[in-house]
């Protein structure tokens, strides 16, 4: 075998390892019968001997655990759309199997926790004292809906999605969850038909799920559907300073026929608009970076 082959062997070799490699990871983070990092390297012997192939794996298993269900869901939804780029299988969102569907919001439910936990606390919002009204772009199997719902009592949730398949079963789930049903109102709607002005108190945008022709128009839409004061959180590629995970990120984007925009773009569109107090939130290791801001009051606030 001639050197350029064996090197080309081994290139291909250890990204076959990687790949696994990230699939235990994943398995292990959403094992449910793991109660601890050290039980998830004990309860399969397979898999325990090929993560301790990682150094400090357990340490990082550790400090992703509070977070394992969202962060394993996350990179389960990765691999699937890795090896769906990979196969040429791409497909729409609405094509996805109803466990794909579930996957994918499990791992955006972080999104909720965070704008709970974090984001809102920051600018004051979604206080158990006052209602809030939220609206939910792209609700998908409604887990961001609910999820806020459940954690937030005095909020009332609009959720809009331009595939029936998905809200479908986001109505099975309102169904089983049942007191906060009465809280989320879900719409089979386009993003580019919101006719509402200023009816959110706060709204989310995920921008890698829309197409970048529309983004503009998108973002437009919902900033008018936000009330003046309001608080817009929008969810961004990381252009993490690692080019290949950056380059990663765009890549899936594009073959899903999402945004391409990372987190500078779409601080550029926030700033453009006027958009005051912007911050940043990260979630998970190597995941989207939260954008948050507020809307205006007036002209004189933008200025």
């Known amino acids: 075998m001639s050197d350029q082959r064996a090197h080309a062997m081994n290139v291909v070799n250890e990204l076959w390892a990687s790949s696994v490699v990230a699939a235990a990871v994943a398995s292990a983070l959403t094992d449910s ?65 109803d466990d794909a569907m579930r996957a994918q919001g499990e791992a955006s439910a972080l999104v909720a926790k965070l704008i709970v936990s974090r984001i809102a606390p920051a600018y004051g919002f979604l206080r158990s004292d006052s209602e809030a009204r939220v609206l939910d772009v792209g609700t998908g199997v409604g887990a961001i809906a609910t999820a806020l719902a459940e954690a937030v009592p005095s909020a009332v949730i609009t959720g809009i999605d331009i595939d029936s398949h998905p809200l479908a079963i986001a109505e099975s789930r309102l169904g089983e969850l049942g007191g906060v049903g009465g809280r989320v109102r879900l719409r089979h709607q386009d993003v580019l038909d919101l006719e509402e002005i200023g009816a959110y108190d706060l709204a989310w945008l995920p921008v890698p799920f829309i197409p970048d022709p529309i983004i503009d128009q998108a973002l437009t839409k919902v900033i008018t559907a936000l009330r003046p004061g309001g608080l817009l959180v929008l969810g961004t590629i990381s252009g993490a300073q690692d080019r290949r995970l950056r380059t990663a990120n765009a890549w899936l984007a594009a073959v899903a026929g999402g945004s391409t925009l990372t987190t500078d773009d779409v601080i550029d569109r926030v700033n453009q608009r006027g958009f005051l107090r912007l911050k940043l939130f990260e979630t998970v290791p190597g995941g989207p970076i939260l954008v948050a801001a507020i809307r205006p009051s007036s002209d004189a606030d933008a200025a």
Do not use: H, K, M
Request: glycine share 6%.
């Open 33 to 97: 019968a793991a109660r601890t990092p050290a039980e998830a390297l004990t309860i399969d012997d397979e898999r325990g001997a090929l993560l301790r192939t990682v150094p400090e794996l357990e340490s990082a298993l550790a400090s992703l655990w509070d977070d394992r269900s969202a962060v394993g869901s996350a990179l389960v939804s990765v691999l699937s759309q890795g090896a769906a780029a990979a196969a040429g299988t791409t497909r729409a969102w609405s094509d996805l199997s």
